[in-house]
């Protein structure tokens, strides 16, 4: 037997040996993880549940309900089955108060009740006071952060209509260090294994068959992920989202094992929409680049098509000599008109303001203009340096520049000045020291409380692709992981916006533009 025969026979045993422990090995492993499985222990229609003028086969009450034909009642329970205590705050969920999302797409909830065992009677209170469980939507229910001991579980039973029984139900949410999956088993409240029997006897059979067998097999790579696509990527346009793509995309490739290539150029919100509005409508545009915008398009740029990411919070700043911690909408109109020069006409010391603002193309600016300014544009460039005037009779001395890092720089090191930035860039500790940030008529950015806090500088950050991109590409499958992805929210959240996707982001979204 030469050495080749000898190096397959001992992998062919090596193998056979470790497929054998690796099932059992996993699930012991995962059982010593945080992990929240969810199963629907039922799903029966009470009404009718037919087409009109069918035979109705059950007799009852919901029958003479003509609103309640169509009823059904799904019962879920949620469990931790895992053997690490799960707490508060090991939820990963932009909102402080809740931690799951129940989906019946195609049904309506009408009432929903919760129980729990006897020995888990403490969880009620979870429910019964605040937050509760909160229909977000026809047929979203936001579910708690329950802390939940190892073996605990709570059940959840909806009354819905519309749909049909047996219509899909999910359960979504992300758990640190840990995972939500569903479970199913053959009796209500039977604990399901990681791996059910028939999986752990296949597996033993197929490792004895390798074991026998003595061959090497072939490696293979693993496969993609059924979201994911391979190919380019290109992300370009606004400046201040620009964090959020490089995360995003970081995360993406791990996701899809490296895949695609994704390239970051960000060079402002107009800049990018523009250059993919004039390509001419190559077919690689459409798959491979993305624009992200702070606003909505131009009207004209007809052939891009919109996607709703996330809401963008931004800011005004000024430097540290310049003590004001707030400043009314009203004052910073009269300002960029001009009408206010020095600061100590606002209260601060004396000394002239210094507007450092950006160019043209930035969505940042448009923002402003749109949401501060009342429409009213910034007075025309007056400094090529932000410290020498080029235009003598310009009011006050303006310099424009490329990027939100240039900005905050700029206005950190002079003496006056007054910026705007995205508003994770310029807190702490991401902001360059000797600026701070301003609140507007004394309301402060909180994408928490954005739908009902009054807070006026915001937008909405927008995707565009030159047309509807194939759902088999790069782009079509990058931007359902920013939208929909809980660890693609998670980023767009951990960046101080607010992700379409959740029901808070979903009321700013539809109703901003």
Not at 197 to 212: F, M, P, Q, S, Y
Not at 480 to 496: E, F, L, M, P, R
Request: aromatic share 6%; with cysteine.
């Amino acid at each position: 037997m030469g050495w080749l025969d000898i190096t397959s026979t001992a992998a062919g045993l090596l193998l056979g040996v470790v497929s054998i422990a690796v099932p059992f090995a996993a699930d012991l492993r995962a059982r010593h993880s945080r992990r929240i499985g969810f199963r629907k222990q039922m799903d029966i229609a009470i009404g009718h549940n037919g087409q009109v003028g069918e035979a109705d086969p059950r007799l009852g009450l919901f029958n003479d309900m003509p609103t309640m034909r169509d009823a059904t009642l799904v019962l879920l329970r949620v469990e931790n089955d895992g053997s690490r205590h799960i707490e508060e705050s090991d939820y990963i969920d932009p909102s402080p108060q809740y931690g799951l999302t129940a989906e019946f797409p195609g049904r309506s909830i009408q009432a929903q009740d919760v129980t729990v065992p006897e020995e888990h009677t403490n969880l009620m209170g979870y429910f019964e006071d605040q937050p509760g469980l909160m229909v977000a939507g026809p047929s979203t229910l936001r579910i708690p952060r329950v802390p939940l001991k190892p073996g605990a579980h709570y059940k959840i039973l909806v009354l819905l209509t519309g749909g049909r029984e047996g219509d899909r139900v999910t359960v979504t949410g992300d758990l640190k260090d840990g995972s939500l999956h569903e479970n199913h088993s053959l009796t209500p409240d039977e604990k399901p294994p990681v791996f059910s029997k028939h999986a752990r006897w296949t597996t033993v059979v197929l490792g004895l068959a390798l074991i026998a067998a003595t061959t090497l097999p072939m490696a293979l790579p693993s496969p993609l992920p059924d979201d994911c696509e391979t190919g380019a990527l290109r992300l370009t346009g606004s400046t201040a989202f620009a964090p959020v793509l490089t995360e995003l995309a970081a995360k993406y490739r791990e996701h899809c094992h490296d895949e695609p290539d994704i390239t970051v150029a960000a060079h402002g919100s107009r800049t990018g929409v523009r250059e993919l509005a004039l390509s001419g409508g190559r077919p690689e545009e459409g798959a491979t680049v993305i624009a992200f915008s702070d606003g909505p398009r131009p009207a004209s740029y007809t052939r891009l098509s919109e996607s709703r990411v996330a809401v963008s919070l931004f800011t005004l700043v000024v430097h540290d000599d310049v003590r004001l911690t707030n400043m009314t909408v009203a004052d910073v109109r009269r300002v960029y008109r001009g009408e206010i020069r020095n600061w100590s006409r606002l209260g601060g010391p004396d000394l002239p303001i210094v507007l450092v603002s950006r160019s043209s193309g930035s969505g940042t600016r448009s923002s402003l203009t749109a949401r501060v300014l009342d429409g009213a544009d910034e007075p025309p460039a007056s400094s090529d340096d932000c410290v020498n005037r080029t235009v003598r009779s310009a009011p006050l001395l303006r310099c424009e520049l490329d990027s939100t890092e240039q900005v905050l720089d700029t206005v950190a090191r002079t003496p006056g000045a007054l910026g705007y930035s995205e508003l994770r860039a310029a807190s702490p500790p991401e902001a360059p020291r000797g600026l701070h940030r301003v609140t507007l008529d004394g309301r402060v950015p909180d994408p928490d409380r954005l739908a009902s806090g009054g807070y006026p500088y915001w937008e909405i950050e927008y995707a565009y692709t030159y047309g509807r991109p194939p759902a088999d590409s790069p782009a079509s499958s990058f931007l359902a992981y920013a939208v929909d992805n809980g660890t693609g929210k998670g980023v767009v959240a951990t960046h101080g916006h607010l992700p379409c996707g959740t029901p808070v982001g979903l009321r700013v979204c539809g109703a901003g533009s």
